[in-house]
Antibody, heavy 117, light 112 residues
Framework: EVQLVESGGGLVQPGESLRLSCAAS????????MGWVRRAPGKGLEWVAD????????YYLDSVKGRFTISRDNAKNSLFLQMNSLRVEDTAVYYC??????????WGQGTQVTVSS | DIVMTQTPLSSPVTLGQPASFSCRSS???????????LSWLQQRPGQPPRLLIY???NRLSGVPDRFSGSGAGTDFTLHISRVEAEDVGVYYC?????????FGQGTKVEIK
């Protein structure tokens, strides 16, 4: 059974940093593209970042480019999202998601990130 | 960016009756390989999203067969043949044809 478990969320002030982690199991992590998707309060889903199976290609939503970094450790079946210079508008539940063929086939439970002064 | 527009944004449905929801993309979702990367996801209250259908009409293993998808090009529809109480939630369409991947605003389904 595929399992994705996020951690690392919390309450921070604008300008601060957080590092999200996602522990994956139940599939061959090193063969799979992964991504982060968020849902802000009262809003819909928004794709944030993607990384290829070996970590050599990364893609970002324009509004997070230069502030967020997606990475992975295939030896530890783990996905990360380093979030710097956080803004109030980054407040959301962040989901780790496993790619299918250009879709998101499995999702974690999510971790809450709140940016507020 | 490809804009995904869903209608309606809210849909009161009757248990046991059919329901359908629309999704339209601002440009064709046909990829260079001929495939169309339009998927549908369900998000029940308090739960993470769940993939129901990919490439317009392919149901993921374990998804009830009362869910089906149709459409082509820029116009797509999710159908529920007979609504059940557990179908309450928000339904999103998503395009995987061109980065950035984009979602519709969601259709909120509630029981009348």
């Amino acid at each position: 059974e595929v399992q994705l478990v996020e951690s690392g969320g919390g309450l921070v002030q604008p300008g601060e940093s957080l590092r999200l982690s996602c522990a994956a199991s139940g599939f061959t992590f090193s063969n799979t593209w992964m991504g982060w998707v968020r849902r802000a309060p009262g809003k819909g889903l928004e794709w944030v970042a993607d990384i290829n199976h070996v970590g050599t290609e990364t893609y970002y939503l324009d509004s997070v480019k230069g502030r967020f970094t997606i990475s992975r450790d295939n030896a530890k079946n783990s996905l990360f999202l380093q979030m710097n210079s956080l803004r109030v508008e980054d407040t959301a539940v962040y989901y780790c998601a496993r790619h299918g063929d250009r879709c998101f086939e499995n999702w974690g439970q999510g971790t809450q990130v709140t940016v507020s002064s | 960016d490809i804009v995904m527009t869903q209608t309606p944004l809210s849909s009161p449905v009757t248990l046991g009756q059919p329901a359908s929801f629309s999704c339209r993309s601002s440009q064709s979702l046909v990829y260079g390989n001929g495939k169309t990367y339009l998927s549908w996801l369900q998000q029940r209250p308090g739960q993470p999203p769940r993939l129901l259908i990919y490439q317009i009409s392919n149901r993921l293993s374990g998804v009830p067969d009362r869910f089906s998808g149709s459409g082509a090009g820029t116009d797509f529809t999710l159908h529920i043949s007979r609504v059940e109480a557990e179908d309450v939630g928000v339904y999103y369409c998503m395009q995987g044809t061109q980065l950035p991947w984009t979602f519709g605003q969601g259709t909120k389904v509630e029981i009348k």
